[in-house]
């Protein structure tokens, strides 16, 4: 089994444990069923918004090609973490289709 690193960066606000296994659990699911990813670097930090939307989520993934890279804001760091994981899939999936066009010309 390939190692899977995540790295947890907390921009004044104060570390949550519960958070972390949250995240931990689902980006190691993603990076076993995309295991060309081999780390993802999370940052957890508060805006000020105006429109209550505060909690700010920011994931890198590293990967071959690109770094993939998602953001959300939302109310709580549930809700982003979740948002920001969801556009992450959509690009994991799209570049596993590009990985698997180039095998086949």
């Given at each position: 089994m390939k190692d899977f690193q995540v790295i947890f960066n907390y921009v004044d606000i104060n570390r949550?444990?519960?958070l972390e296994a949250f995240l931990k659990k689902e980006l190691t699911s993603l990076s076993e069923k995309y295991n060309f990813i081999?780390?993802?670097d999370v940052f957890l930090r508060r805006d000020n918004r105006?429109?209550?939307k505060n909690s700010l989520c920011e994931i890198r993934l590293s990967?071959?090609?690109p770094r993939l890279y998602a953001d959300t804001n939302a109310e709580d760091f549930r809700?982003?973490?979740k948002e920001t994981i969801r556009d992450?899939?959509?690009q994991l999936q799209k570049r596993k289709r590009e990985f698997t066009a180039g095998?086949?010309?």
């Open positions: 949550s444990q519960s081999h780390r993802a105006s429109d209550g990967a071959p090609g809700s982003a973490t992450l899939t959509d095998i086949g010309s």
